[in-house]
Every structure is written in structure tokens, then in C-alpha cells.
């Protein structure tokens, strides 16, 4: 009677440790502004648990709308803001109290997708293009740089409508004929060839994407905690990079989608680009100003370096992080 006893209070003290591990871990809100290649480590780190084992509740927030991601970061709504690169920038420049602490990718790639009967640039003045909803996007300026290269105004000389939902409303649009064109960012371009859509050209920038944004005063209060959790993202891009059968499974369930070619494009995309150190490239941020500038030239002043504080990834990088988990 007296080892059951004991044996009891041994029980119950494990299960109290265990409700620590799990309930005392430190609740995070974390924001994301669709279900892009550049955003999808993060969706493994959280189904693998990565940050988790590093004391982190992460609650991941899918924002639909690019003209939420900002506002929701500087009003607390959320803690950090992956993506939403942008407008980001375009906050910053402005006075925003944001720092950017890294980067998931250097490099964007997407399709300007059209109706099959379009052979040509000129054939597209006239028409309507389909663009993303919210505010200024990289993609609405790689898609006006397009055209300004190829002899078409984008001011004057089509009309542009702002479609939500994504890039699955945009190739829905083009296959309905509410649109002659869009931008439209993988695998949704590989989906939109598929449904008899034309890729009629492919662009491929130095862009940064992905960019893990968090407002000064929490860097500064919270600086243990935003250290656990690029220490859980670098993980989740590690495993991401590792293991393809079961990011496949997970891109799977936030896409929504179960055709194994077009899963396996995903994986494709974001296992060539992504930037496994979370450094952000000089070249990627400057390819970023330069777009915020024609439309913000304050933006062409700024330097590669200003609202960045990568010391956080210096210290994990220095503490030997990375090739620990190599092993």
C-alpha cells in the first residue's frame, strides 16, 4: 500500500512537470499574409514542434489581406510579422517603430499568366490585369516593371482590379474571363498551366521574402524570446530541407490541395530558395528599397543595413546552432 502510494505521488509530480512543459511555454501571435512559398517553413516549424521545444506556444495568424499585417504588428495584435515585406518597408521608412531580425528567402519567383489567345505584350493594353487585394505589393511592382519593359504603361495604358483570396481567386478570375492576365507566385502558376492557362512570362528577382519583422520595443524587452524563436525556425528549415515526404504532408493541409505534382512544385520552389541562415542578402534588401521607391522615393536614402538588427542571428550563428543540428 505504501509503494502504490508513492507510487502515486511520484505520477502525479510527472504530470505536473508535464503541464509546466506544455502550458508554461511563453504564448506567441505570429502573422502571416498567405500560403506562399516563402512563408511555408514556418507552417512546419509549428506542425513539427520545433518551437514548442524551445518554450515557445506559437500561434500562427493567417492575415489575408496585406492591409492587416502591419497594423496588427504595430497595434500588438501579433508579435512578429513574417512576410508582408512591402508594406513593411513602406511602414518603416515612415516612422514605424519595426526592425526586420531576418529573412526566409533572397529570391522570388512568379508568372505573369494569361489567356491562352494573348501573344504578345501589346495585346494586353485595354484589358484588365488582376493584382493582389490591400495595400502596394512586390508583386503589383514586379508586374508594373514588366509591363513599363515590355512597352505597355501600367497607368495608362491597362486597368488593374484588385482581386482577394490569393493567387487561387486570380486564376479563378482568369479562368471565368474576368481578367486578360495576372501575376500569380508557385504553385499556383503550375496550377493555373494545368487548367489550360498560358505562363506567358516567367520573372525571377533578388527579392527578399519572408522577412521576420517585430516592432523595436519588443525586440528590446523580449530579445531571450525572440532568440528561442529563430532557433525553432531554423530548425523547421532544417527538417524542411531533410525530410520532404512530411513538409509535403504539411504544405498539403494549409493549401488544401492532395495533387502530389503540385505539392511537389511547392517543395521545389521553397527547398531552392530558402535561406537556410536566415540572413538576409545585401543585394535581396536593396532589390526591396529600390521597389518601395518608385512609389516612395525616400526609400532610395535608405541603406541596406537601417531597420535591421541581425545580432540576434550572429549570436546563434556564433554559438555554433546551425552545425549542432547538422548532426
Known sequence: MKRFIIGIFILSLFLDFSEISVYGAEKLQVGFPSLATALSPAWVASKKGFWQKNGLDI???????????????LSGSTQILLGSDTESAIAMIKGADLIRLGATTNSLGSSLVTQQNISSFGQLKGKI??????????????????????????????????????????????????????????????????????????VDVPLMAGGINTTRAFAQKSRGTLLRFLKGYMEGIHYLLTHQEEPVRIFSDYLG?????????????????????????????????DVVGRRYPQARSVSETDYSDLSLLEEIHRSGFLEQIDR
Do not use: C, W
Open 59 to 73: 500561434e500562427l495568424i493567417y492575415l489575408s489581406s496585406t492591409g492587416v499585417t502591419v497594423p496588427s504588428l
Open 129 to 202: 490585369i488582376g493584382i493582389g487585394s490591400g495595400g502596394l505589393s512586390s508583386l503589383e511592382v514586379r508586374l508594373s516593371q514588366l509591363l513599363l519593359d515590355n512597352g505597355v504603361d501600367p497607368k495608362d495604358d491597362v486597368k488593374f482590379l484588385s482581386i482577394g483570396g490569393g493567387p487561387p481567386a486570380r486564376v479563378a478570375a482568369l479562368q471565368k474571363g474576368l481578367i486578360i492576365a495576372a501575376m500569380i507566385t508557385p504553385p499556383y502558376d503550375f496550377v493555373a498551366a494545368r487548367a489550360g492557362l498560358k505562363i506567358f512570362s516567367k
Open 257 to 289: 490541395n492532395r495533387d502530389e505534382e503540385v505539392l511537389g512544385h511547392f517543395y521545389g520552389e521553397i527547398s531552392g530558395r530558402v535561406e537556410r541562415g536566415l540572413r538576409p542578402d545585401p543585394k535581396s534588401v536593396r532589390f526591396l528599397l
